[in-house]
T-cell receptor, first 109, second 115 residues
């Protein structure tokens, strides 16, 4: 089946630093999304980004569907950015969702 | 407010005692789905539904049942829970757009412990 690998698996940043999280798919997926799971376990929608680039405040994301990867950029990180970041997509030709392995981010004050 | 609501949020039960986790959405979405999240295994899809009376298996359907009698509700049923079903469960919904779904929205999660 499709594998979704996220890198890095763990990341520790000082407040104010920038970072790039990557999501690689072993095969085509549709409807790529990025989520943030906060320390309370809630899954927060960040971007719905099947292709192209989007920006929302300090966050931006780029998906290059033809090359099967997506990037999430976090600028000027804050302690509230801590948590786990997941990418997810629809397995092509199905209605099954597959999730990445996650990147655990800790931002230090 | 647009939302996906799950209940209960927390539950401790015993092996073999049937339980139902409810899920309701108020966005008129056609697509609804259930996931479980386990340490080291990430989020895995249990079942999904394209519309009323249309359900299909995800990657880990064993030990679970679902039903979709109304568009807004998609309950997850554990007929005979076992300890390996201890997990954090999420319900999600999205619209259907042509041959694809749209943005997926999650409920707040239900933490289930089976003793």
């Amino acid at each position: 089946g499709i594998q979704v690998e996220q890198s890095p698996p763990d990341l520790i940043l000082q407040e104010g630093a920038n970072s790039t999280l990557r999501c690689n798919f072993s095969d085509s997926v549709n409807n790529l999304q990025w989520f943030h799971q906060n320390p309370w376990g809630q899954l927060i929608n960040l971007f719905y980004i099947p292709s192209g680039t989007k920006q929302n405040g300090r966050l931006s994301a780029t998906t290059v569907a033809t090359e099967r990867y997506s990037l999430l950029y976090i600028s000027s990180s804050q302690t509230t950015d801590s948590g786990v970041y997941f990418c997810a997509g629809l397995t092509s030709g199905t209605y099954k969702y597959i999730f990445g392995t996650g990147t655990r981010l800790k931002v230090l004050a | 407010e647009a939302q996906v609501t799950q209940n209960p949020r927390y539950l401790i039960t015993v092996t073999g005692k049937k339980l139902t986790v409810t899920c309701s959405q108020n966005m008129n979405h056609e697509y609804m789905s259930w996931y479980r999240q386990d340490p080291g295994l990430g989020l895995r899809q249990i079942y999904y539904s394209m519309n009323v009376e249309v359900t299909d298996k995800g990657d880990v359907p064993e030990g679970y049942k679902v039903s979709r009698k109304e568009k807004r509700n998609f309950p997850l049923i554990l007929e005979s829970p076992s300890p390996n079903q201890t997990s954090l469960y999420f319900c999600a919904s999205s619209p259907i757009k042509g041959t694809n779904t749209g943005e997926l929205f999650f409920g707040e999660g239900s933490r289930l412990t089976v003793l």
